[in-house]
């Protein structure tokens, strides 16, 4: 028999969604050939991260099914935090996407002359309120994924959205708009012509009605 198992820690738990970020799922020797991860699941193997990365799979996946059925009336939910990913309550592939929205949106709502620096992001309503603050990993990493595919822009320790991301929102949501508007003149012409042969129909009613007096 092999020497018992202890529990994660919530410090090991965040070396791995950290480590699965910057080399990807199933990538555990390369987790655990990275100084910065190793020094800290140094007594895990890789089935050990294999088997805790599917844990966290599931308990998110239950979590969002339970969320979903609960439903959402408007109050603080508490979070253990032997539940790494439940602030989310979402699948691990819509992880990384969820937490890039909550940045975008820290630095758009920033009051402020100058954007907001990493700390100011980490401590925005928008972040703070969806995740514990052990994620901040997580948060930084996608930072600098945001930063790398140009979405924000870094100076002197500030951040701001990119002129090309900011462009291109405006245009997606312009499309959207007009979209919407074809859709509404759409449905709007329905109505027009719904109502249209309502009237054709009680012109004939009346008719046939007065006809058989």
């Known amino acids: 028999m092999g020497a018992p198992k202890h529990k ?3 410090e090991e738990e965040e070396a791995l969604m ?3 970020l910057e080399h990807g799922i199933g990538k555990w020797r390369s987790i655990l050939g990275n100084p910065e991860y ?3 699941l140094h007594s895990r193997s890789n089935v050990d991260l294999k088997d805790k990365w599917r844990n966290i799979s599931v308990a998110a996946t239950c979590g969002s099914r339970k969320k979903a059925k609960q439903g959402d009336d408007g109050g603080q939910q508490i979070v253990p935090a032997s539940a790494p990913l439940a602030f989310s309550y979402e699948p691990p592939q819509d992880l990384f996407t969820s ?3 909550m940045i975008l949106e820290a ?4 009051k402020g002359p100058l954007g907001p620096d990493r700390n100011s992001i980490l401590l925005s309503a928008e972040v703070n ?3 514990p603050m052990y994620m901040e990993p ?9 930063i790398n595919t140009e979405t924000i822009i870094k100076r002197e320790h500030r951040y701001s959205v990119s002129q090309g991301y900011a462009a291109a929102k405006a245009i997606a949501e312009a499309e959207l708009a007009l979209a919407e508007a074809e859709l509404a003149a759409r449905e709007a012409d329905n109505a027009e012509a719904k109502a249209e042969a309502a009237r054709i129909f009680a012109k004939v009613a009346m008719k046939a009605l007065k006809a058989t007096r």
């Open 8 to 10: 994660w820690t919530p």
């Open 99 to 101: 937490v890039d929205n």
């Open 107 to 110: 630095i758009t709502n920033f």
């Open 38 to 40: 190793s020094s800290v």
């Open 138 to 146: 997580l948060v930084s990493s996608r930072l600098e994924h945001l």
């Open 18 to 20: 950290a480590g699965v």
């Open 129 to 131: 309120a969806n995740m």
